[in-house]
């Protein structure tokens, strides 16, 4: 990475933080407000008035200042233009529409920027928290502009994992004392960077997260000491022609190691 890459992803930085503080305040106007809700992925997902308004936002400020970028959002039709870019915008206006809907706090406005298939640039803005997250390639991680680190929880003491009971019950009882489940965070991107600022120890994905779910909060994750690998123990890779993921665990090195093996013995590996 050269001083001018750099310098660009730095100042790509402060327009996405700046774009995501905009949209996450238009998504909280509506926040608690009974806003329009359609659904989506034959009735599986819903989408409502705000993440439409705060797409619209992110479009208005990103497209406008980095026409070459490639774009790809959750709430925008994918036409494929991306793939023909080395750099892009990947957007997720809410992370967490359900919670949204529900009154919960836990949802946020994720966005990065991807150079050939890696985050370089990332935020997570919750606004309902005043919270915001973000990192850049060779940069330290941020909360509210203060470094944030993994946890450090002694392998010999129980680390606090998001993860599915049922995933669980199938780990090596040689594992399981070392794992305590806490409550869901519907916000995937949200529950990534819980991860990264150490108030859990790691998480498992189940497949099918997506581009839009991951880019930001992998790059926040990354700079602050910890990894989002798949099975394999691969990082991922976006902008490809399929925007969604197997199964992916998230965790500081040591603990990643623990959540890798219990998933391995599950699938029988």
């Known amino acids: 990475m050269t001083d001018v890459d750099t310098a660009l992803w730095r100042s790509d930085l402060e327009l996405i933080a700046d774009a995501a503080r905009q949209a996450g305040d238009v998504a909280l106007g509506y926040f608690n407000q009974s806003p329009e809700v359609w659904w989506k992925n034959e009735g599986r997902s819903p989408v409502s008035a705000a993440d439409f308004a705060a797409n619209q936002k992110l479009e208005s400020i990103l497209r406008a200042a980095r026409p070459d970028y490639g774009w790809l959002s959750e709430e925008t039709e994918d036409d494929g233009d991306r793939l023909s870019r080395d750099t892009l915008f990947i957007i997720d206006p809410i992370d967490g529409t359900r919670a949204f809907l529900a009154g919960l706090e836990l949802w946020c406005v994720s966005v990065a920027v991807v150079r050939r298939g890696r985050p370089v640039a990332g935020v997570l803005y919750a606004p309902a928290l005043e919270e915001l997250y973000e990192a850049v390639e060779g940069g330290v991680a941020l909360k509210n502009g203060q470094p944030i680190?993994?946890?450090?929880?002694?392998?010999?003491?129980?680390?606090?994992?998001a993860i599915a009971e049922?995933?669980?019950?199938?780990?090596?009882?040689?594992?399981?004392?070392?794992?305590e489940r806490v409550r869901h965070v519907p916000s995937l991107a949200y529950r990534i960077a819980m991860v990264a600022d150490g108030q859990i120890d790691g998480t498992f994905i189940k497949h099918n997260s997506h581009d839009w779910d991951l880019a930001a909060a992998d790059l926040i994750l990354e700079r602050a000491g910890g990894r989002l690998v798949d099975l394999q123990g691969d990082t991922p890779l976006y902008n490809r022609i399929k925007v969604s993921h197997d199964e992916l665990c998230a965790a500081a090195a040591p603990r990643l190691s623990d959540l890798l093996t219990g998933i391995g013995e599950r699938r029988g590996s």
């Open 149 to 161: 680190t993994v946890s450090t929880t002694p392998l010999d003491a129980p680390g606090r994992f």
């Open 166 to 179: 049922d995933v669980l019950k199938a780990f090596p009882e040689a594992l399981k004392h070392r794992i």
